[in-house]
């Protein structure tokens, strides 16, 4: 088999206030997975932007096959074989139209110049074809808005190598996905190198790595650190390659005696999901609600930030029943959440930091028949700034323009103006690096000691274990088991998760 061979040589580009990339190469070789990690902020992303043709202004050179490439665009991305598949599926695909005609998208884009009635069931047999050389179980003729999350990813992976596929790079694939949908992928991905297609695997997630990857190339501040194989390198050592240090501690001290009972919920029910879901939180309790993706953690989120619709069942805080039936109750009232889809929910990635850190409390920096009080906003943000360690040029730049890991720290940071009663996690760690991780442990765990209820709702067990004072495990909708945390394990969660009683 002939492989071949993609390098990225002294790639550098800057932003206004910012070098995202400094004289960085990377090369790898088809029919290999090629893992690209690095701290939120690393460069990653960037680097995979400019080599997918989305980022135009970079200096260095791109060559394929040791021919040099000029990659202006991702139709010049896909001219040399090299497909993206982003970590928002949904902006990918389009969700009024049939899974076959978005697989067969950009083929039928590039012939409609050619001839004028497009021959629909040889559309549909073709994407049939893929998807079942891919083993894809989804009907060409269904609607993509009727998928899941991870059947869009397969829908999107299919549409790669509908074309001539050489190269295919994976933005935290796996960040939406339950185990047994993550197992499918990797099953894809094997099928794939196996086809001699080259993955570029960007994940923070180290076990997946060194599960399916044969390389990996580890940036750190726009700048390339190493390039080894997998196999001569350990999962402690690449952390510290990516944080420039020695790990430390995750998780930070728990507090040993919580508070008098804060929130209560009582047989919340919904129309959907929930099923007579009851919990209780003292004052300074941290919380966990673990279960697997599907399990029904983000609607019980929701739910209780009003943002769903109650079917039965009441909330309680500090013993006053609540009435909460929007969002703007549940503020109100004292509840904040930080949802799980931060770019879509969480923060306004076209505004700045400061107006995303101000945006839960305006009344703050107005006073009555006033204007907004842009001096002290200005100030506030600043401050926030520097005790979330927000990484960022200014308080004026973009939200859309920093790393994950800050858009997170931005996301909760917006809450501490409120001074909220209640806060809400769902999946706060999701694509989010190690060094940014424990910030946000360190955050909570500060919200905590001044007398906080958190609830900490994640699938990733090991951060439910780590951070948590005691834990509902959910399972279709429903309290499967209360546990404390420091009396029961990862796999006593997994057993609870996945339908043990």
């Not at 009727?146 to 059947?151: K, M, R």
């Not at 960040?175 to 001699?196: D, G, M, Q, Y």
């Not at 039936?325 to 931060?342: F, M």
Request: include cysteine.
């Amino acid at each position: 088999m002939n492989h071949s061979v993609l390098e990225m040589k002294k790639i550098s580009i800057e932003f206004p206030g910012v070098k995202a990339l400094d004289e960085v190469d990377f090369i790898m070789k088809s029919g290999t997975t090629h893992a690209l990690i690095g701290a939120n902020g690393a460069g990653k992303s960037t680097l995979m932007k400019v080599l997918s043709g989305a980022y135009t202004h970079y200096t260095g050179e791109i060559s394929v096959d040791q021919t040099k490439t000029i990659i202006k665009s991702p139709k010049d991305a896909q001219k040399n074989g090299i497909q993206i598949v982003h970590q928002e599926v949904d902006t990918a695909l389009i969700p009024y139209l049939t899974v076959g005609e978005n697989i067969m998208l950009t083929k039928t884009v590039n012939e409609m110049g050619k001839r004028q009635f497009i021959k629909w069931k040889k559309l549909h047999e073709h994407a049939t074809t893929i998807l079942n050389s891919l083993n894809i179980k989804v009907s060409s003729t269904k609607l993509v808005s009727e998928l899941t999350l991870a059947e869009k990813q397969m829908v999107l992976i299919a549409r790669t190598v509908s074309s001539d596929c050489k190269f295919l790079i994976l933005d935290e694939p796996t960040a939406p996905l339950s185990h047994s949908e993550t197992v499918e992928l990797f099953r894809i991905v094997r099928e794939l190198k196996e086809k001699n297609v080259g993955i570029i695997f960007i994940s923070h997630r180290l076990p997946e790595i060194f599960e399916i990857c044969d390389d990996i190339t580890i940036m750190r501040n726009g700048k390339l650190v190493t390039h080894e194989k997998i196999s001569e390198t350990t999962p402690n050592r690449v952390v510290e390659s990516m944080l420039g240090k020695e790990l430390e501690e995750q998780f930070p001290q728990k507090a040993i005696h919580p508070g008098d009972l804060l929130f209560e919920v009582n047989n919340l029910s919904d129309s959907e999901k929930l099923n007579s879901v009851s919990l209780q939180i003292c004052h300074g309790e941290i919380v966990g609600i673990a279960g697997l993706v599907g399990a029904g953690k983000t609607e019980l989120c929701k739910a209780l930030f009003g943002e769903t619709k109650v079917k039965s069942g009441e909330l309680k805080l500090k013993g006053k029943k609540l009435s909460i039936s929007n969002p703007y109750q549940a503020v109100k009232s004292g509840i904040a959440l930080v949802p799980e889809e931060r770019r879509k929910e969480g923060i306004l990635v076209q505004e700045s930091v400061v107006t995303n850190l101000t945006a839960a409390n305006l009344g703050a920096f107005t006073k009555p028949f006033s204007f907004l009080n842009r001096k002290a906003e200005k100030q506030k943000a600043v401050e926030l700034i520097k005790s979330l360690g927000i990484k960022t040029p200014s308080e004026e730049t973009k939200v859309q323009n920093l790393s994950g890991g800050n858009q997170q720290k931005i996301a909760i940071g917006k809450w501490l103006i409120t001074d909220a009663d209640v806060y809400i996690f769902d999946e706060p760690t999701k694509g989010v690096d190690v060094g940014a991780k424990k910030d946000i442990f360190d955050l909570i765990s500060e919200l905590a000691s001044r007398g906080k209820a958190i609830i900490y709702a994640s699938s990733e067990l090991a951060e439910i274990i780590g951070i948590t004072n005691r834990l509902y495990v959910l399972y279709d909708g429903q309290i499967a088991k209360e546990l404390e945390t420091d009396a029961t394990n990862e796999e006593e969660l997994l057993y609870y998760s996945t339908g043990g009683n």
